[in-house]
């Protein structure tokens, strides 16, 4: 079956550690993405990658870095550096940048994070 | 700037009967997309209907359709004969297609709708 996988579906850290979500697809889509959620809010970009090797900052990327060294996989590190990290991470994928129908972003179940 | 406004935190409708959740936004781009997505309690966001901003039909898809007023800037999903399984969050989101000289496909969130569905 196709789709996003993210693991684990929950994850505790300690406060000034850093933490790696991982997010995986195989749905050969060129574009990547992750957002965050917090309660009472909708989702927020953080990066997003339209291709292997390339990705850009979104609205929130303060804290946060990525790599995209594979079509397959997106990786978010949540650094020391990010202020209130606890939140619930969702990653997306779409075929390729471009807008229509055809072409929504399809998401993974998340990861929820939890710094103590 | 984009912004996609749901000003309904919570809904409430009886089974069986059909339900509005709002949606206005806010773009200068003359090309665009509007979505509807639903997160059950799981977390999951799953896609349920497109309109793009060209698009003169207002779209459907099975119980799902989208009441597009292109003029108010408004995109409200309307479900039909709502099922207990329906009850799940509720976001409108916005393709933004002017970021940085070229298409995205960056998607921008409302704060969601929380409908539940009473038997």
């Known amino acids: 079956d196709g789709g996003i996988t993210q693991s684990p579906k929950y994850l505790f850290r300690k406060e000034g550690q850093n933490v790696t979500l991982s997010c995986e697809q195989n749905?050969?889509?060129?574009?990547m993405y992750w957002y965050r959620q917090d309660p009472g809010q909708g989702l927020r970009l953080i990066y997003y990658?339209?291709?292997?090797?390339?990705?850009q900052k979104g609205d929130i990327a303060e804290g946060y870095s990525v790599s995209r060294e594979k079509k397959e996989s997106f990786p978010l590190t949540v650094t020391s550096a990010q202020k209130n990290p606890t939140a619930f991470y969702l990653c997306?994928?779409?075929?390729?940048?471009?807008?229509?129908?055809?072409?929504?972003?399809?998401f993974g179940p998340g990861t929820r994070l939890t710094v103590l | 700037a984009q912004k996609i406004t749901q000003t309904q935190p919570g809904m409430f409708v009886q089974e069986k009967e059909a339900v509005t959740l709002d949606c206005t936004y806010d773009t200068s781009d003359q090309s665009y997309g509007l979505f509807w997505y639903k997160q059950p309690s799981s977390g999951e966001m799953i896609f349920l209907i497109y309109?793009?901003?060209?698009?003169?039909q207002n779209a459907t898809e099975g119980r799902y359709s989208l009441n597009f007023q292109k003029a108010r800037k408004s995109a409200n999903l309307v479900i039909s004969a709502s099922q207990l399984g329906d009850s799940a969050m509720y976001f409108c989101a916005m393709r933004d297609e002017a970021w940085e000289g070229g298409a995205t496909n960056k998607l921008i969130f409302g704060t969601g709708t929380l409908l539940a569905v009473q038997p």
């Open positions: 997306a994928s779409s075929i390729d940048r471009s807008g229509g129908a055809s072409n929504e972003q399809f």
């Open positions: 309109q793009g901003s060209y698009d003169e």
């Open positions: 749905l050969n889509h060129d574009a």
């Open positions: 990658s339209q291709i292997v090797n390339d990705f």
